[in-house]
């Protein structure tokens, strides 16, 4: 019990901050996905739902075999699912990829370090699931 009222979860390197900065992000297959293109579908999906937000989406190659796309700022964790709910609503960034194809998820700006430098998204969706989706 300590260990979450500090926002460390146990057996975790992430921490639960939902008052600070999240981004959205999807991790993709490069050999998969178009990224440019993905990156003007998330772009005019953006322009559709948040056209007054000033989003940024960047890319980066996250191995040799994955990149992890974001869309960003958002204010907390709140603002954060807001886009992500959305996001799985409304299915035309990735109606032409397979769901095996790619992982999307909310994550704040002290977790995102964590999960770049491990390559460690599987952990991540795991705490992801249990203190994001399972909590709203």
């Known amino acids: ?3 979450k009222k500090s926002g460390q979860v146990l057996d975790s390197p992430f921490k639960i901050t939902p008052n600070e900065s999240h981004f959205f992000a999807i991790v993709v297959i490069n050999d998969s996905v178009n990224v440019p293109a ?3 579908r998330m772009s005019d ?3 559709k739902y948040f056209s007054i937000r000033k989003l940024t989406i960047n890319n980066l190659m996250l191995d040799n075999q994955r990149q992890i796309i974001t869309v960003g700022n ?3 964790k709140e603002d954060a ?4 709910n959305l996001f799985q609503e409304d299915d035309y960034v990735v109606s032409n990829i397979g769901k095996d ?5 909310v994550i704040s700006v002290t977790n995102y370090p964590i999960l770049f430098k491990d390559k460690i998204v599987q952990k991540y969706l795991e705490f992801f699931e ?3 989706v399972s909590t709203k």
């Open 45 to 47: 999906f953006n322009k």
């Open 1 to 3: 019990p300590d260990a």
């Open 38 to 40: 993905m990156k003007v």
């Open 74 to 76: 958002y204010n907390n």
């Open 81 to 84: 699912m807001n886009y992500y």
């Open 130 to 132: 249990k203190n994001y």
């Open 101 to 105: 194809n790619y992982q999307n998820f």
